[in-house]
């Protein structure tokens, strides 16, 4: 491998080279013992005229090929969801083609390993009024999906969030949504890093009150609810609520901070995992949790634990723009031929983020092709200026 200028975080320029080829097999290397969903990213066309900023053009077909590449490691994946820039450059009818697109491959490779984002993205929080606007805008994606085959995962409303006047109006939303559900759902608790129009949903900042709302909601409908996935960063919120959680209903960690610790689990339980760093580990993560289902803790973190601090860098605040080291290591590996992205969010993370996601990426051994990687990161550094 040829030698790289990388920017270091001070702004100094210093000699590197990826190392070896990732160790990680591209293919299911043995089962899984924890429910493990990734949630993936959409590829753009960068071909299509149009205006980046505000009109989402999908390169369908390495799309779905990167679904079949998260299937064949043995994931399920999490479609249309936040890492899919759902609300954040991918509009509801982009989201709605490809949860069916998507949805129809799974049927096509003869498995079910797939949930799609059920929200009320259509209805802007502007013109939202009452409740009943929430619901109804739910009502009709609920139906789109169910229509289209795939289970749901019903995702935090921007909407609800606005027009909620106390918890109440949680417990009457969810109520409502989760009695009509033809079957389970996995409930999503997206923290305000992750998207400040999220702020104090359940009707309240206080954590462990937000919790208890939730646990409510489950308990009054506890077979209409397959899990929980929370995405707050904290791990002991996700271990204390974990433990409360009724018997059947999953914990899915949403924490890319401490995923490896609570997929592990403790004496008293483990969590199962929808993760959007799933997407960019993915052949590590497939193989620590075959080690995990072996019972080989040593193996699991040895694979695991070195995606954490990448993982860490990715979703550092602002962690709503993760997604951009999400879709830069998909490109760097060789899944798209470009580092373009729905909404022009390849913008949105500096050259020294990204450098420093390179350094971490090669780290943890996740670098598929070092001599392609390297073609591919000179690019983008001369891009910004740097020879």
Known sequence: MSELQLPTADGI???????DASPFPATADGVFNRVSFAAAHVVSDPLT???????????WDTTIAYRRHLWGLGFSVAEAMDTAQRGMGLDWPNALELIRRATDAAKADGHRKLAAGVGTDHLD??????????????????????AAGAPIILMASRALAKVAKSADDYRTVYGRLLGQAREPVILHW??????????????????PTAMAIALDVIAAHPDKVDGIKISLLEERWEVEMRRQLPVGVRMYTGDDFNFA???????????????????????????????????????FRAALEPTVPL??????????????????LAWLNGHQDHFTMVGGQESARSVIHLSAVARLADAAGLIVDPDAATARLKTYLALHGIA
């Open 125 to 146: 929080p502007t013109n939202a009024r009452t409740v009943n606007d929430v619901i109804a805008a739910y009502e009709t994606q609920m139906e789109a999906v169910e």
């Open 49 to 59: 005229d149009n205006d980046p900023w505000l009109d989402a053009a999908i390169d």
């Open 190 to 207: 997206l923290g305000a890093m992750f998207d400040p129009a999220l702020a104090g949903y359940w009707g309240t900042d206080d954590i």
């Open 311 to 328: 993982s860490r860098l990715i979703f550092e605040a602002p962690t709503r723009f993760y997604k951009t080291g999400i879709v830069f």
């Open 261 to 299: 610790d609570l997929i592990f689990g403790d004496e008293q339980g483990h969590s199962d995992a929808l993760l959007g760093i799933f997407d960019a580990i993915a052949p590590a993560a497939a193989a620590a949790l075959a080690k995990l289902a072996a019972d080989d803790e040593a193996g």
């Open 13 to 19: 320029l210093e000699p590197f080279r990826f190392g």
